[in-house]
């Protein structure tokens, strides 16, 4: 894939069709990206993408466009979107323009849904791309490390076993008698490393984030909010991705939970 052109906000109005394509990754994996798409007298064509997961199309007509997005009806998936999004954060940032516009692209689709912010959705989905949630066996060391993470990121609150308490406790000890700062660490290392290996064996929830992020959709969008101002003095003119941005979102029967990313 070439580096990304201009995302124009000026001419982003002319993409009023959507298509929606499943995207292979090298790994195996698949996600499906929802592109805002404009028609030519030969073409339907996306706008300029800059996501890490998803580039241009152009579809030759007469090739139909279509829209297949994944509806999530897990209840177990359900009940962790529902625990761990922030419920109130579109409330608090009622004024901003980049959710403003998300909404307003996402409701000519879904136009009865209610809509939720998932803070780091598109963290979930960079792993997942990268092959962390694969399950498959020998797992190699880096990818039960990165399990082991996100594992435990969304288990805070899950009680320490005694044996892993007594670890804590250990490391507690060491910071109040203010033993050297490399003790104090070793000390907690050897803690976190019970802690999430006792997660992992009793409280995994790898599958529940595999399905989450399998069933995430990525939608590139031009956000009129700029955030390469700075390069107008510095170059003459706007970085090209000054307006870009793409919108990580899930579709459950009566709710989409998403987030917006955008290029700094």
Not at 22 to 36: H, I, Q
Not at 50 to 64: E, H, V
Not at 109 to 120: A, G, I, R, S, V
Not at 189 to 201: G, Q, R, S, T, V
Request: aromatic share 14%; net charge positive; hydrophobic share 35%.
């Amino acid at each position: 894939m070439g580096r990304p052109k201009t995302v124009r906000l000026d001419t982003f109005h002319l993409y009023d069709k959507f298509h929606s394509q499943v995207v292979k990754m090298y790994n195996g994996v698949e996600l499906t990206a929802l592109f805002p798409m404009k028609e030519t007298a030969l073409y339907h064509v996306s706008c300029e993408v800059w996501a890490f997961c998803a580039s241009k199309i152009k579809l030759k007509k007469p090739k139909p466009l279509s829209v297949n997005i994944p509806v999530l009806s897990d209840e177990k998936v359900l009940t962790f979107l529902e625990k761990h999004c922030w419920g109130d954060w579109l409330q608090r940032k009622k004024d901003n323009t980049d959710f403003i516009e998300t909404i307003a692209q996402l409701r000519k689709l879904f136009p009865t849904h209610e809509f939720k912010y998932f803070y780091e959705l598109n963290s979930l989905v960079s792993t997942y791309c990268h092959g962390t949630f694969l399950t498959d066996e020998p797992k190699s060391e880096h990818r039960l490390s990165n399990q082991m993470y996100y594992n435990s990121k969304y288990n805070r609150g899950v009680k320490n076993p005694p044996h892993v308490q007594s670890l804590f406790d250990e490391y507690q000890k060491a910071q109040d008698n203010k033993l050297d700062a490399k003790k104090v660490q070793a000390k907690f290392d050897l803690y976190y490393d019970a802690f999430e290996k006792y997660l992992i064996e009793n409280h995994n929830i790898i599958d529940t984030l595999k399905t989450v992020a399998e069933n995430t959709v990525c939608m590139p969008m031009a956000f009129s909010d700029n955030t390469a101002e700075w390069s107008r003095e510095k170059y003459g003119k706007l970085l090209g991705y000054a307006h870009a941005g793409e919108v990580f979102f899930i579709v459950t029967p009566t709710t989409i939970y998403f987030e917006v990313t955008r290029h700094f």
